[in-house]
């Protein structure tokens, strides 16, 4: 599996005039979850910059109790804050982190922006220990780069 042979199903699925801006989401989430095998949990978090809240919007995975997290809190929080890419080799090994689930070993969240703003994030959990590497954050920025597109 190359993640750079996945990004024509990624840009294909943004085309596609047949899906509503949400089902695109699902879809992405759905071929993410299906086509890389260390990428269990994928899912979309939107922020309320007024609330300062992120709102959970389409995700394939396990449901999880997280669908509102306060900016700051556990790992998709601190990257509403910072702006930043967050890798997370080892779940255990983080003090500022929401368990959704004991399976999960690993995470990355990468920011979403449009138009220089952080509107989101999408974020991967990972059953695997220390499974993401540069390739991962390149290959999530491009796919929030296309999903910028739609808003
Ligand atoms: N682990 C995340 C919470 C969201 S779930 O992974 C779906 C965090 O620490 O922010």
């Excluded at 990004?7 to 695109?24: G, S």
């Excluded at 967050?86 to 999960?104: E, G, H, K, L, R």
């Excluded at 952080?118 to 290959?139: K, L, M, V, W, Y």
């Amino acid at each position: 599996m190359n993640l750079e042979d996945l990004k024509l199903n990624i840009t294909d699925i943004i085309a596609n005039d047949d899906l509503a801006v949400q089902d695109k989401l699902m879809e992405i989430c759905t071929f993410l979850s299906n086509n890389v095998p260390y990428y269990n949990w994928v899912g979309f978090y939107f922020a309320n910059h007024e609330t300062k809240t992120l709102h959970l919007g389409p995700y394939f995975g396990a449901a999880t109790d997280h669908t509102v997290i306060p900016f700051g809190k556990g790992i998709c929080g601190q990257v509403a804050n910072s702006n930043q890419n967050f890798v997370v080799p080892d779940v255990t090994a983080q003090d500022n982190y929401i368990a959704c689930s004991i399976t999960v070993k690993s995470e990355i969240v990468v920011p979403l922006f449009v138009n220089g703003i952080n509107i989101g994030q999408i974020d991967i959990d990972s059953h695997t220990i220390d499974p993401f590497t540069e390739a991962d954050e390149r290959f999530l920025e491009f796919v929030n780069s296309e999903v910028a597109k739609l808003f």
